[in-house]
């Protein structure tokens, strides 16, 4: 199936299914963006407004969509962070289970509270952003140390085996675009050091644990000067500086990272501790994630980030291997 065949089967779904929520009766639906999953802004002429998403098939079970929500929730109750809401439908469930003809199998759909704001640039002067992101992340840890997981908590781990072990999440990053041998070369000794590296900084409960793990500028909302957290779809279990990494994801050789990273180290030590010792390994947790989009790029060619990034990625990751060894081997 196409992607506009795909695209047009996931719109009859949407469609037939918003019904299935308490929600003005003359709402309609349009696609904002389309990645792991689709996302759609539902509104209606009164003014109503929500998020919907439909989630990928085969990416996340019932189980670990409930497990996300309820951490988004207790954190968003209990931890200081403002996440958004979620409505319930009319069976009082937040999940929704639908298809239609055109799709191999049912989507789950959950529909969010629409939160106002904007995504920040790139371009943009972003170190007040980033020291706020550091506290909200200092918080989220703080909240993933101390809560008590519900019963059957299912969630993704993102660590070096799912990045380069046999089974990797997005795939093999030597599947990726443009990978010649020099720069496969060059990645082969990168994910040797990151290995080596990770391996010797451990998994203590006082770094390794339920992050929200996609803390990219896309899933930033900064409203009167205040970031809010949204999406965490792929929140799960991991190396809580990666949520530093999932920061700067696409942006790794920006001019302005250095900064941003001094900036969301001190907004993190302002809510949390963190050791000389952590922060010299930032730079690791960012060539991890680094490796982990560049099979991600190799294994979403629909999605339009992916298309255009695809030319430039590997090269460019090869170039900040350099840099990184230069520093850290």
């Not at 904007?118 to 840890?141: K, N, S």
């Not at 050091?193 to 930033?220: C, E, S, W």
């Not at 779809?233 to 941003?260: I, K, N, R």
């Amino acid at each position: 199936m196409s992607q506009e065949e795909t695209l047009g089967s996931l719109q009859r779904l949407v469609e037939a299914s918003l019904g299935r929520w308490d929600i003005p009766a003359d709402a309609s639906a349009r696609l904002l963006n389309i990645s792991e999953n689709a996302t759609y802004l539902v509104e209606a002429p009164g003014g109503f407004r929500s998020i919907l998403r439909v989630h990928r098939e085969n990416y996340h079970s019932r189980n670990a969509i409930a497990s996300e929500l309820a951490w988004s929730h207790a954190l968003g109750k209990e931890g200081g962070v403002e996440t958004p809401g979620y409505f319930l439908g009319r069976d009082g469930s937040p999940i929704q289970t639908g298809i239609v003809e055109g799709l191999p199998a049912p989507r789950h759909m959950v529909m969010f509270e629409f939160l106002p704001g904007h995504e920040p640039a790139p371009d943009h002067d972003l170190v007040a952003p980033f020291r706020q992101l550091g506290e909200i992340a200092a918080r989220a840890h703080l909240h993933s140390c101390s809560w008590q997981r519900p019963p059957g908590f299912e969630r993704m781990t993102w660590d070096e085996s799912t990045v380069f072990g046999p089974k990797p999440t997005w795939g093999n990053w030597r599947d990726g675009p443009n990978i010649d041998a020099a720069i496969g070369s060059r990645l082969e000794r990168l994910e040797a050091t990151v290995q080596r590296r990770l391996q010797r900084f451990g998994k203590g409960p006082d770094r390794y644990g339920l992050i929200h793990a996609d803390m990219r500028l896309a899933n930033l909302l900064v409203h009167e000067n205040r970031p809010r957290l949204i999406d965490f779809d792929d929140c799960g279990f991991g190396w809580f500086l990666y949520d530093f990494a999932t920061g700067v994801s696409f942006m790794e050789d920006h001019p302005q990272v250095p900064a941003l990273k001094q900036s969301w180290v001190e907004g993190y030590r302002t809510v949390r501790a963190l050791s000389s010792e952590e922060e010299a390994e930032i730079d690791t947790f960012v060539m991890l994630r680094r490796m982990a989009l560049l099979a991600w790029i190799g294994s979403h060619p629909e999605v339009e980030i992916a298309r255009e990034l695809a030319p430039v990625y590997a090269e460019g990751t090869a170039r900040l291997a350099e840099a990184y060894f230069d520093t850290h081997e």
